[in-house]
Structure formats: C-alpha cells, structure tokens
Nanobody, 136 residues
Framework: QVQLVESGGGSVQSGGSLRLSCVAS????????MGWFRQTPVKEREGPER????????????TYKDSVKGRFTISRDNAKRALYLQMNNLKPEDTAMYYC?????????????????????????WGQGTQVTVSS
C-alpha cells in the first residue's frame, strides 16, 4: 500500500492562501482514491473526528465539502505520485490539522458492469498531518 507525507501547512491571516502537498510512496498511486481531511480539537468538534475536505478519485472526479467549494482546489499528479490542496480565501474556521489520505475505490456491481466510487469512511491510509492556522 502507499505511504503518505504531507507538507505546506502554516499560519496565515484570514483571506490568505496556502498550498498543501502530499507525496506518496509505494504501489499503484493512480488506482487509489485520494483525499484531504481535517481534524479540529476535541472541544470544538461537533461532527466526525476527521471530516473530508476534498476528494480526488482515481478517475479524475473531485468532490468538496460545501464550506470550501469555490475556495479550495484539489488536484493530483499521478506521474509524480502527488496530491495537492490549493486553499484560497482562508477563514479562521479552516484552522485544523490537515491529513492526506488514501483508499481503494469501493466497487458497486451494476448490471453487467460496475462502478468504482470513493467513500469518505473507507479512507484508511493516513499521513502524519500538517497544521493550518488561520487568524482573524
């Protein structure tokens, strides 16, 4: 399986930008679902421990958490085994530990064919995380 290492976090003021990078080592990067998740301190958390921010499927499809649409862009470069998250117009509520994650696609049999989808709760390979802090 792949191993993941993130970089690019830091501290910025509200409205600023950061670009996160994740480099993978191991096998078959292009066949994996890749995503960026984030985790906030326990006392501030109301939902899942780690929430999916953006997912880039192995087939090129991308999905985003509603609150980051139009501000964040996920991209992957399979030749470089790399995943990126461009974050613009950052807000204090974006402050969190950000994790790069990977998962094998979930296969759904449909008639004579099949669909391969990326399910957030099936991500099970994680990087070490990189902190993003946005001040107002």
């Amino acid at each position: 399986q792949v191993q993941l290492v993130e970089s690019g976090g830091g501290s910025v003021q509200s409205g600023g930008s950061l670009r996160l990078s994740c480099v993978a080592s191991g096998d078959s990067f292009s066949s994996y679902c890749m995503g960026w998740f984030r985790q906030t301190p326990v006392k501030e958390r109301e939902g899942p421990e780690r929430e999916a921010v953006a997912i880039a499927a192995h087939n090129g499809n991308t999905t985003y958490k509603d609150s980051v649409k139009g501000r964040f862009t996920i991209s992957r470069d399979n030749a470089k085994r790399a995943l990126y998250l461009q974050m613009n117009n950052l807000k204090p509520e974006d402050t969190a530990m950000y994790y790069c994650a990977a998962a094998r696609p979930h296969i759904i049999e449909v008639g004579d064919g099949r669909l391969e989808v990326c399910l957030p709760y099936e991500f099970n390979i994680w990087g070490q995380g990189t902190q993003v802090t946005v001040s107002s």
